[in-house]
C-alpha cells in the first residue's frame, strides 16, 4: 500500500515568490494534515483538513493558505515567500479523524 | 495553551544501557503519540497511548501514559545503535491537531 505522497520533495525560492507543495493521502485516508519543521520553533501545525474542510488552523499568518480536493489530495500555498519559511513541510493522513497519522516524507523548502 | 515538554533535548548512551525520555504536558488531552525521525527522514509513528495507565511496548523501546500526573515516559532498554534518532512526544485531542514536544536526540554510543 502506497504511504503518503508529497511533491516535490525539495524547492528553492527567492523572497516574495510563491509556492504551492501537493500532498497525495494513503488511499482511502480522508483527514490530511500540514506541519512545519524548523530547527528553531520545532514541529508547528499549520492545517488539518477532512472531507474537503478546514477543521483547524494552526497560528500562522494568512500568506499560509490550503485546500483539500474531492479525492482528499492536499495542496498548500504560501505566498510572498520570506527567509524565514525556509523548512520542512510534513503531511500526514489518517482514516478518520482522531485516527494515528501516518507521515509523508516532506517537501524541504529553501527560501534565497 | 497546550505545552509540551520533553526532556532531555540530547541524551549520549552507550550501548546496553537504559534510559527514560520525559514527556510532560498542560492539559487534558485524548491521547498521546511517540514518534521517531531519523536525520533527513520523515516521522515514524511508533505508540499511540489512549489512557491513563496505557503501557506498550516494541522491541527494546516501551512507552507508558499517567495522565493524572500529565506524563509520558518512552523507556529505553539494553541501548543500540539502531535506535539513534530523535524521538518527539506529541499530544492530540478530539482533532487531528498534533502539539508536538521538542525532541529528544538520542546518540548510542558503542
Known amino acids: 500500500k502506497a504511504g503518503v505522497t508529497q511533491t516535490p520533495r525539495y524547492l528553492i525560492k527567492t523572497r516574495g515568490q510563491q509556492v504551492t507543495l501537493s500532498c497525495s493521502p494513503i488511499?482511502?485516508?480522508?483527514?490530511v494534515s500540514w506541519y512545519q519543521q524548523t530547527p528553531g520553533q520545532g514541529l508547528q501545525f499549520l492545517f488539518e483538513?477532512?472531507?474537503?474542510?478546514?477543521?483547524n488552523k494552526g497560528n500562522f499568518p494568512g500568506r499560509f493558505s490550503g485546500r483539500q480536493f474531492s479525492n482528499s489530495r492536499s495542496e498548500m500555498n504560501v505566498s510572498t515567500l520570506e527567509l524565514g519559511d525556509s523548512a520542512l513541510y510534513l503531511c500526514?493522513?489518517?482514516?478518520?479523524?482522531?485516527?494515528?497519522?501516518?507521515f509523508g516524507d516532506g517537501t524541504r523548502l529553501s527560501i534565497l | 495553551e497546550l505545552k509540551v515538554e520533553q526532556n532531555p533535548l540530547f541524551l549520549s548512551m552507550q550501548e546496553g544501557k537504559n534510559y527514560t525520555i520525559y514527556c510532560n504536558y498542560s492539559?487534558?488531552?485524548?491521547?498521546l503519540y511517540w514518534y521517531r525521525q531519523d536525520p533527513g527522514k520523515s516521522l515514524e509513528s511508533l505508540f499511540v497511548?489512549?489512557?491513563?495507565?496505557a503501557v506498550k511496548q516494541e522491541g527494546r523501546l516501551m512507552a507508558s501514559l499517567d495522565t493524572k500526573a500529565r506524563l509520558s515516559t518512552l523507556h529505553i532498554t539494553a541501548a543500540v545503535h539502531d535506535l539513534s534518532a530523535t524521538y518527539f512526544c506529541?499530544?492530540?485531542?478530539?482533532?487531528?491537531?498534533?502539539?508536538f514536544g521538542t525532541g529528544t536526540l538520542l546518540a548510542v554510543q558503542p
Open positions: 500526514a493522513s489518517s482514516l478518520e479523524l482522531n485516527q494515528p497519522q501516518h
Open positions: 488511499s482511502g485516508h480522508r483527514s
Open positions: 497511548l489512549l489512557s491513563n495507565g
Open positions: 506529541a499530544v492530540g485531542g478530539a482533532t487531528n491537531k498534533l502539539i
Open positions: 483538513y477532512f472531507s474537503e474542510t478546514q477543521r
Open positions: 492539559t487534558t488531552s485524548d491521547r
